[in-house]
């Protein structure tokens, strides 16, 4: 038996609120651990929460991968919510697709 789908807006209460961003936030960071030893790729996630408390896990080194995302200057895939938010609304069960978005990003 599956899960049941839930509402994503924002979580009112706000003690609610903090259990299910420490709760996702373990789940975010263990997926990102499987996906860098399964696929062999290096990440880095940077989570601000609402009140700016910084929160981050990297595959290797952070700064060898926050330098090397600065000096990429080629095309590369970039997704925002409303990407996210679009796909899920034209998905009809099971797994979506999210097709090909190549946005062009300046560095910094």
């Known amino acids: 038996m599956g899960r049941k789908k839930i509402q994503i807006t924002r ?5 609610n609120r903090q259990v299910t961003f420490t709760k ?3 789940g975010l960071m263990k997926k990102a651990y499987e996906l860098s030893v399964l696929c062999d790729c290096e990440i880095a996630l940077i989570i601000f929460n609402s009140t700016n408390k910084l929160f981050q896990y990297a595959s290797t080194d952070m700064d060898k991968v926050l330098l090397k995302y ?3 200057n080629e095309p590369h895939e970039s997704r925002t919510n409303s990407d996210i938010v679009e796909v899920s609304q034209k998905n009809t069960g099971g797994y979506a697709c999210m097709g090909t978005i190549i946005r062009y990003t300046a560095s910094f």
């Open 24 to 26: 996702r936030k373990f």
């Open 11 to 15: 979580i009112m209460d706000e003690r």
């Open 70 to 72: 600065t000096e990429y």
